[in-house]
């Protein structure tokens, strides 16, 4: 049996610019600015051009893409949305720390 060895190389993304968010979700930069104006993404900087996204701005826009692409909702709904999957991550997280110290406690 022969083994095969994989190498997987991983980046890590600090900041993107906003032709770097539109280029790795797909989407026109005009779809980026209307999802800042309704307050869905918190870019650094002041002006479009000098705006800097963290990297969790990649997945909330893909997010918010196929919110509004494949299931037809407003900006509106999707803020709504992408806040309420923040808080249910926030929740699995609180829940697997409580399992860890109660486990931590009884063992």
Known sequence: MVKTTKVVSAEV???VSLAELCRSCGVRAEWVVELVDEGILDPAGQAPAGW?????????????WRLYHDLGV??????VALNLIDEREQLQQ??????????TKFD
């Open 13 to 15: 993304i600090e900041a």
């Open 52 to 64: 800097r996204f963290s990297a969790i701005s990649i997945t909330r826009v893909r997010t918010a």
């Open 74 to 79: 407003n900006k509106a709904g999707i803020a």
């Open 94 to 103: 609180a829940v697997k720390r409580l399992e860890r110290v109660t486990i």
